[in-house]
């Protein structure tokens, strides 16, 4: 079994995009801890629009499985899971400019920014993104 980190009692996360889908599936993938930290109460999850274009775009393209019609999971789950919605701003999207080319995907470049600007720990499997000064977590 993993060590499961410290985390601290108040976090505001940042979902990568399958984090975001794997938690609401349920998916094994995800380590049980990062699950419970996101059922806390006192965690404050939020879901960038960026993720949820990024999920639709694979949908429609026939790479993503979901649960239900996409537009209804993207949209209306989230919401009702009671994360926040993080709309891409202007800031963000000049944040970009100051990152370095570690990585080639336009949606998780985004997340990045986002998480800095944003001041978010990014919940993220994918070994890659923690090569930025960011803070993620798993």
């Known amino acids: 079994m993993a060590d499961i980190p410290r985390v601290p009692a108040r976090v505001n996360v940042l979902l990568d995009s399958h984090a975001f889908v794997w938690y609401l599936v349920h998916d094994e993938r995800l380590p049980e801890w990062i ?3 996101l059922e806390d109460r006192a965690t404050r999850v939020t879901v960038s629009v960026a993720s949820l274009w990024e999920l639709m775009t694979k949908a429609l393209a026939g790479r993503l499985r979901l649960p239900t019609e996409p537009a209804s999971f993207l ?3 989230p919401l009702e899971a009671g994360f926040r ?7 963000h999207v000049a944040m970009l400019s100051e990152l370095p080319q570690i ?7 985004m997340l990045i920014a986002q998480a800095l600007v944003e001041d978010l720990d990014l ?4 070994e890659t993104l923690r090569s930025y ?5 798993w």
């Open 35 to 37: 699950f419970d930290l």
């Open 75 to 77: 949209v209306d789950v």
């Open 85 to 91: 919605l993080l709309d891409v701003q202007p800031r």
């Open 103 to 109: 990585h080639g995907d336009p949606f998780d470049r």
């Open 123 to 126: 919940v993220t499997g994918d």
């Open 133 to 137: 000064p960011i803070r993620t977590l």
